[in-house]
């Protein structure tokens, strides 16, 4: 899980938060994801599944996009699909994606790029390995997060924002034993480079064996903890967690983990995603791609969407060839 990596002596140091003014979050529940697949075929867990929409809230849904290790011919993507009413942020850790959209826009997305789409109003839009890829084969990981949008804005324009790898704000622990790659929101201070219409902190923490992290969290944000890889525990009672689970945290201003000293081989830090963002408290009316405040507007997406007001998608480019016929034999 290279992302991006840095020499955590070297960056910016979060303090850890004072136990006298600061209240520590408790944590409310550990839930483990399903693992099913996704467009054409890719294995995914489905990170939120059992949570209630309560405790997510702005966050809809979150798939982890593998890990899996592709032999050639293997890699898949997705099929053109809509969305409306909602963000879509694709955080890629290992390997490459390809998007493209009804809008012209489009791009690659590569280790710890991460690509913040807006539907809004409505989008097509397509995400697959490009050919190479698929030719070679190789390995295959990242983050999809569905951010709600709220009900003033369901209806903006779609609008992308490219975020590279070497964008994000890179930090470190009070004690250096944690790299903090803040993406979006602000800790301590401390702003990442997305854009957002509903305040939100979204951070990967690499934490090293044995190491303890911890953090300020704004008391207005809600707190998700999901674990990417590696083992160890989540609030200062230290309750186990490991790979594919996610930690829902209570009230407070700071939140803490801490990684396991027995790890795997293959994965020996624990890689946490850090969640958390201001509820939008609104109606929630949820199905496949879209997610508006009423049933009404759900039917009215799918109605548009049949009626191609999506936009249009984009013709497939063909091999350029000369005007002269071939010579007949």
Do not use: C
């Not at 789409?117 to 030719?135: D, N, Q, R, Y």
């Not at 049933?295 to 191609?308: P, S």
């Amino acid at each position: 899980m290279p992302a991006v990596t840095a020499d955590t002596l070297t960056l910016p140091r979060v303090p850890a938060p004072d136990p006298a003014a600061m209240q520590q979050r408790r944590v409310r529940s550990v839930t483990t994801a399903p693992t099913g697949f996704e467009g054409e075929g890719f294995p995914v867990r489905r990170a939120f599944a059992g949570v209630a929409l309560a405790d997510l809230d702005p966050f809809i849904h979150m798939d982890q996009m593998g890990e899996v290790e592709y032999a050639p011919g293997e890699p898949k993507g997705t099929p053109w699909h809509p969305h409306r009413g909602f963000e879509t942020v694709t955080y890629i850790m290992d390997g490459v994606f390809e998007h493209q959209d009804s809008y012209g826009g489009g791009g690659t997305i590569s280790n710890g790029d991460t690509q913040w789409m807006t539907a809004g109003s409505g989008i097509l839009h397509i995400e697959k390995p490009p050919e190479a890829l698929v030719v070679s084969g190789g390995l295959f990981h990242g983050i999809q997060l569905w951010v709600n949008l709220p009900r003033a804005n369901k209806f903006n324009a779609p609008r992308y924002q490219d975020i590279r790898g070497g964008q994000a704000t890179l930090l470190s622990s009070d004690d250096g034993g944690a790299l903090l790659r803040v993406i979006a929101g602000d800790l301590d201070g401390h702003t990442g480079p997305g854009n957002t219409f509903t305040p939100i902190s979204l951070v990967h923490a690499t934490v090293s064996p044995g190491a303890r992290l911890n953090l300020p969290w704004n008391r207005e944000f809600n707190a998700l903890a999901y674990v990417m890889a590696g083992v160890g525990a989540v609030g200062e009672d230290q309750q186990p967690i490991r790979k594919g689970q996610l930690a829902v945290f209570g009230p407070g201003d700071a939140l803490t983990l801490t990684a396991g000293t027995s790890t795997p081989s293959a994965e020996p830090n624990l890689e946490v995603l850090l969640l958390g963002g201001a509820p939008i408290r609104e109606p929630v009316a949820h199905y496949g791609p879209f997610v508006m405040n009423t049933r009404a507007e759900l039917m009215q997406a799918f109605e548009d969407y049949q009626a191609g007001r999506f936009g249009v998608i984009p013709a497939e480019k063909v091999p350029h060839t000369d005007g002269d016929p071939a010579p007949q034999a």
